[in-house]
Every structure is written in structure tokens, then in C-alpha cells.
């Protein structure tokens, strides 16, 4: 579970295709977050929750697979691109962004950027499928960035990024063109799963036991 807060970027050391089909990818610390990986860690690398494999020598190696691969913009990083990372939470720790689970939906396309007061206004498409869970001031995570959503417009949608944001993410340094990856925020999933289950014709308290915490 992570926060979607993005205090650090790290820097890709290494990535390798393996004959399974998958990567092995390779990632540079920064020092903040030296001695704080270990074995079996979840980092999210861009928003994508992956498991530490290796933690040696200021960095972090991770086995990233194909369904990972078809999902995302792992595939894609090339040696010395930044990233950004962020430590799962722990318990106690503040909750600043919104719940992000780092399990990718699919990867999409920047469409414009904009200037807009001291930040950016920047428009992102949305696949058809993913439409029912994005709605105007709804949390997504972009690249593993919480982010609020300013804007819908027909098979898009906009955000409006600070200079914080900008400073401390990739987000300021994508182009129009670029893909980022995109996780909508779960509580909408998992409301739109139950509101289908309902509409479905299954008894309300067939799902009693969904709710009971």
C-alpha cells in the first residue's frame, strides 16, 4: 500500500530482458533511501508495486514480469532514466495522498500541457473501460503521483500539477506523446464492482459479509 506522495526519484542502473519473457530491472537509491531497502520489500518503481529481489551497493533489483510488462512503462525505461519510488507506507504514517495499491490499469498518452497560474494543466487520454472509474475531483495515480482530477472531457481527462509536483516528480519532464502509467483509485473499482453485483440481481446480503469490518 503507498500514499502516491513522491518525495524521491531514483535512477535506473540496469534493465535486462531474461528468455522467459520478463525484465530484470535495476534501480539507483537515492541516499535518503539507502539502508531503508531490504529483500522482499514492496517499492513501487513509477507506480507500479514491485517486490526487491537484491538490495546492494545503494540499489534495488526487482524481477518484473510479463503481465507487468503489457500493463505498464517498464519495458520501456532505459539506463540512467529517472523514476519515481516510494516506500511502502508504514503503519502510523501519514496519509497525505489517497490509497494507492501500485497495480497498474494499463499505460496512457499525454495529450497536451499546458501553463496554468505557477503550475500545468496537463490532459491525459482514458481508455473507454476505465472511463466508469474517473470522475472530476476522483484521486488517479499517475506514474504513482495522487493526483486530483481537474477536468473531463470526452476519452480524456486533465490535472493540475504544482511546481512541487513538478520539481519532485518525471511528471515534469514528460511531453505530449509520453506514456505514464495510470491506477484509478480502488475505492472507485471497488464501488462500481459492488453497484454491478447489485445491478446483477444478487441479494444484498449475499455481500453483507463485504461490509462488515
Partial sequence: MFSGLIERMGTVAAIESDAAGGVRLRVALPDELRGEVRPKDSVAVNGVCLTVTEAEDGAASFDVIPETLSRSTLGGLQRGEAVNVELALRVGDRIGGHFVYGHVDTAVRILAREREGQGERVTFELPPQLAAFV??????????VSLTVAGMAPNAFTVALIPETLRRTT???????????????????????????????????ELAWAYEI
Wanted: aromatic letters at 4%; charged letters at 25%.
Fill in 135 to 144: 470522475c472530476e475531483k476522483a484521486f488517479v495515480s499517475l506514474d504513482g
Fill in 171 to 205: 511528471l515534469g519532464a514528460r511531453h505530449a506523446g509520453d506514456r505514464v502509467n495510470l491506477e484509478v483509485d480502488p475505492l472507485a473499482r471497488y464501488a462500481a464492482g459492488a453497484i454491478d453485483v447489485h445491478a446483477n440481481g444478487v441479494a444484498s446480503d
